[in-house]
């Protein structure tokens, strides 16, 4: 450095070693800065009071906390401050006093030497030397750069400053004062107040200094792209202006006032309600006042849009001609009697009473047994519009009710979506796999539907968006569900249920070749001439390639079929193929099914053939028991649920209990281990309704007995041995029937429930009713 740029010390040699402490909230001063404060505190004014008559010194000390205090102690203040002389004072009223204060020193805190009226503190002056060298004048010169740039950035400091940053040549005091003019927080102010070393001062003054850079810099480039799209609205506007002039000019209308025109003119025509009315009238007036390129524009005209598309009034003419609406149920589908009979007394009401509600049903039952399709068939039997809206999978209250507009992108739910679609205030609308709902943070659609679905409150349905009442009580509701015990109770207490058990072998096969297989044809691009399947064929699909409820496999199965003849056609191999029983195997691979295999299972003692109920119908359950050298334990797999666990438990007691009634040794009990095991592991399995297989199970490895190759049973029993009823009765029966079973033991209890069952597979089938486990035991094993 040059002479003239050598270190110079701080005029800091008459501070006294004693100085009153002057609290300093939110700011810090450093030496040789000028600081303008304003004091309100009384200790403090006290203070400024008594040293104006003196030598005009204070210590001025940063406060730790954040928040202003009426007093302060030691303990509120960090340990270094900083000397300074009060330059000027004005008092503007008796509690509030301006003052001027200019750094001299740095300072350290030694102690405490009073704290009334104020803090009188020890102090230790600090006298940092000012370094030198190449190093210390590079990071000077950085700094200034550095500093410049903030400058331009910053509107809040002058030009000024920038250049007196350039005359300032004690590296300290360049820190210093770069530091107090940046925009950084008073903690990092006061950690460059503590740093005693030049150097080390510089750097973090830098870091500091770059950082506050990248943010001026960030909200710079925010500041520009708003002053451009502010621009961009204003010039848009100027031309928007001008081309209404030009066409005042020219006398064409405006685009937004024909718009207007016409929404005034469908909120006239559209029949609304007098409160939905009101409603377009009102966002009609508030849309006339906007602009039409302000956002709020778009969100009113869809709202507008919405409101009048809406069919307020319109009703389609429902066919009251009972024998036509029959005629056209029967087309669609086969069976379904009872559904085809609900809808046939709806109508019949409805031509006695046209202002009837809508009924709410429930179609349940296993997948492909035609719940969906008999919706649509309903619909054009009533001369209906027909909707569909799926479920599955739901989980947001929104979807049934709706957004509120505040939201963007809000729309209607999508029940009012669904109504407008069809057009007519009375469709049929179908709300498919109703027992699949979810819920979670975003609300409970199920708990929306309740208001939906009854014809008590659906009158006046509102949706979010809307926030009118639309009414839906003229809606004919249909939901349809596999299961009923994942739909929530009072859900399912406002739906009519109408049961669509699974199909037999007989209606299988008409519904093929009634339905499945013409459609399959034209699907693949055959003729009724060169394509025929005999009804051996299609007998021998059903039984031996699909094991189902439904008839939905039962179609790909076909499907599979032409498509092995539309091969052999277009390979020339064949001009027409009429499809017998022998030909299966060649289109359809070896059979998947076959109820001899089933039978051979239940050769031997210990395994019995039950029945259960599934989602997709029911299905043949086998039960397997056996014994080995032991201490008496039971063993249970097959991922067995609690239920069945238990039952499995009361049939060794009821076993044990009864053993010399079953001629079985009783010293057996204690010297064997018994394993219960049911096959299919993988799937979980539960219910009570097992619990008479079980015991016949065990009693026939130990009395050593197998079962008819031809029998199978379902029932719940008691510790005491009797048999209650269960569920489920007819879609196990027809699983039996499918299977080939043709005796079945069932609690007497529900020997009521086989009045549901197609009167040929009563007449193919022989049923023993049970009231306790004897008489099971006597028929399933002759004891």
């Not at 039950?610 to 032991?630: C, H, N, Q, R, S």
């Not at 063993?635 to 009634?661: C, F, H, P």
Request: glycine residues 8%; hydrophobic residues 40%; positive net charge.
């Amino acid at each position: 450095m040059t002479e003239k740029n050598k270190k110079k010390t701080a005029p800091t040699d008459r501070i006294p070693a004693v100085l009153p402490i002057l609290p300093l909230f939110d700011v810090v001063l450093f030496p040789k800065m000028v600081l303008p404060l304003i004091v309100k505190q009384k200790e403090s004014i006290r203070l400024i009071d008594e040293v104006m008559a003196k030598d005009r010194l204070v210590g001025a000390v940063t406060s730790r906390s954040k928040q202003l205090k009426k007093s302060y102690s030691m303990d509120d203040l960090h340990g270094v401050g900083t000397s300074a002389v009060i330059l000027k004072m004005a008092k503007t009223d008796e509690n509030t006093v301006q003052i001027l204060l200019q750094g001299i020193g740095r300072f350290k805190v030694s102690g405490l030497i009073s704290d009334d009226p104020y803090i009188t503190a020890g102090i230790e002056t600090i006298n940092p030397s000012e370094p030198e060298g190449k190093e210390i004048s590079a990071m000077m010169s950085s700094l200034i750069n550095q500093y410049q740039r903030v400058v331009e950035l910053s509107s809040s400091l002058p030009p000024e400053i920038g250049a007196m940053a350039n005359t300032i040549e004690e590296p300290g005091t360049l820190a210093d004062m770069v530091t107090s003019t940046i925009g950084s927080a008073t903690v990092e102010k006061q950690v460059i107040l503590e740093c005693f070393n030049v150097k080390k001062r510089l750097k973090e003054v830098m870091r500091l200094v770059a950082y506050q850079i990248e943010i001026l810099e960030i909200g710079s480039k925010i500041q520009t792209q708003v002053r451009g799209d502010m621009d961009k609205q204003q010039r848009e506007y100027y031309l928007r202006q001008q081309l209404k002039a030009i066409k005042e000019e020219l006398g064409e209308k405006e685009a937004p006032n024909v718009e207007l025109d016409e929404l005034r003119e469908k909120i006239k025509s559209g029949k609304l309600p007098e409160a939905a009315a009101k409603e377009a009238e009102r966002e009609l007036n508030r849309l006339a006042r906007m602009h039409p390129s302000s956002a709020e524009y778009t969100v009113a005209l869809t709202y507008l849009d919405w409101l009048t598309e809406l069919p307020w009034s319109d009703v389609s003419e429902d066919r009251l001609d009972l024998k036509k609406a029959r005629a056209v149920l029967d087309r669609d589908h086969y069976g379904l009697e009872r559904a085809k009979k609900r809808i046939l007394e709806y109508l019949a009401v409805l031509k006695l009473k046209p202002d009837v509600k809508g009924p709410i049903l429930c179609f349940a039952g296993p997948p492909g047994t035609g719940k969906t399709s008999l919706g649509a068939s309903i619909a054009k039997a009533l001369g209906r519009k027909f909707v569909r809206m799926a479920l599955g999978g739901a989980r947001d209250e929104a979807e049934i009710r709706g957004h509120r507009r505040t939201y963007v992108g809000a729309l209607p739910g999508r029940i009012i979506q669904g109504i407008r679609r069809a057009g007519t205030k009375n469709p049929v609308f179908m709300l498919d796999e109703v027992d699949k709902l979810g819920a979670d943070y975003r609300g409970d659609p199920s708990a929306a539907l309740l208001e939906v679905l009854d014809p008590e409150q659906n009158a006046s349905f509102t949706d979010h968006y809307l926030d009118v009442a639309f009414d839906l009580s003229k809606v004919m509701f249909i939901t349809t569900a596999n299961r009923l015990d994942t739909i929530p109770p009072p859900l399912l207490d406002r739906m009519e249920v109408l049961r669509l058990s699974g199909y037999t072998l007989e209606e299988k096969t008409k519904i093929a070749t009634r339905y499945l297989v013409p459609r399959q044809r034209s699907a693949h691009g055959l003729t009724g001439q060169q394509i025929s399947i005999t009804k051996g064929a299609v007998k021998t699909i059903i039984s031996a390639y699909t094991q189902e409820a439904g008839v939905r496999n039962l179609e790909r199965e076909i499907a599979g079929v032409c498509r092995g003849v539309a091969s052999k056609i277009v390979n020339n191999e064949a001009e027409m193929f009429k499809v017998v029983k022998s030909d299966i195997v060649g289109f359809l691979g070896p059979a998947k099914f076959s109820s001899d295999e089933i039978k051979k299972r239940v050769s031997t003692p210990g395994v019995v053939m039950g029945l259960a109920w599934t989602p997709a119908g029911g299905d043949v359950l086998f039960i397997e028991a056996t014994i080995m050298k032991g201490t008496g334990r039971l063993i249970l797999t097959g991922q067995l649920g609690d239920v069945m666990k238990e039952s499995a438990q009361a049939a060794l007691s009821y076993i044990r209990s009864n053993a010399k009634a079953l001629e079985i040794d009783e010293e057996r009990f204690s010297k064997t281990d018994i394993h219960v095991h049911v096959p299919a592991g993988a799937i979980p399995k539960d219910g009570p309704s097992a619990g008479v297989t079980m015991l016949t199970a065990l009693a026939s490895i130990f009395t050593d007995t197998p079962t008819s190759k031809n029998l199978a049973m379902t029932g719940e029993i008691t510790l005491r041995g009797r048999v209650l009823a269960v569920g489920g009765i007819k879609e196990k029966m027809l699983a039996a029937h499918r299977a080939g079973i043709r005796t079945i033991i069932l609690p007497e209890s529900n020997e009521k429930d086989l009045e549901d069952l197609p009167e040929n597979v009563r007449e193919q089938m022989t049923f023993h009713f049970a009231a306790n486990m004897r008489n099971v035991i006597r028929i399933a094993l002759g004891r």
